[in-house]
């Protein structure tokens, strides 16, 4: 099997959206775990939002299981997560740490042309997750579910050009160590996406 790279940044993008307001009169700077956030207020002093610095960022590896993604023409291939990796930074919690969980075994990802023509694409990225907070580093907290990422309006592979896949379904994490299994935070569809885009560590384009 030929391993490939085809997640050059990962980067979670989490906001809480109170209400919809037509617009925001003030905003407040909080500290949150270390990360410097803003909540917006509307004109009569009501929160809408908090919003932090994007310091999110990952990689991914896979392996593939139907050959290399083809330079030209229709894409139908599925990948197998080798190793998975990113950061979040979520209003409530600061940042959020999160990667493959080698334990389970994730289903393939699975990246194939709507139509007859190459694009768009459908792709949907599925793992099972480990994950850390920035407030409690010693705690490993596990997904319930596996996280499924997806979207087919997909323009670009191969590498990928700022891509975004929105969560399809809500998925809670709960603490390792806890036989109960109880739920400590959860990632909510719709309001949770991936932006897939080929980019380097320090944020600039890759040639």
């Known amino acids: 099997m030929k391993r490939i790279t085809i997640l050059a940044v990962m980067a979670f993008a989490i906001m809480l959206v109170s209400s919809i307001v037509s617009h925001a009169q003030s905003y407040t700077c909080i500290i949150v775990n270390g990360v410097k956030c803003y909540v917006n207020f509307d004109d009569k002093g009501n929160p809408i939002d908090t919003v932090c610095d994007d310091k999110s960022s990952g990689s991914g590896t896979f392996n593939s299981q139907t050959g290399a993604i083809p330079k030209e023409g229709a894409v139908k ?3 197998t997560p080798d190793n998975i990796s990113a950061t979040v930074t979520d209003p409530k919690l600061g940042v959020v740490t999160t990667s493959l969980d080698q334990s389970r075994r994730s289903d393939n990802t699975t990246i194939n ?20 907070v920035s407030s409690q580093p010693d705690t490993k907290y596990v997904s319930r579910t596996q996280l499924e990422f997806s979207s087919d309006k997909i323009n670009s592979v191969d590498p990928f050009q700022n891509e975004i896949l929105s969560l399809a379904r809500d998925v809670e994490f709960y603490d390792s160590a ?26 600039g384009d890759v040639k």
């Open 77 to 79: 291939t599925e990948l």
């Open 113 to 132: 042309s709507v139509g007859r023509d190459r694009y768009p694409l459908d792709v949907h990225i599925k793992f099972y997750a480990e994950a850390s």
């Open 178 to 203: 806890d036989r109960d299994q109880k739920t400590v935070f959860q990632l909510n569809a719709g309001s949770t996406t991936v932006t897939l885009g080929s980019r380097d560590a320090d944020g």
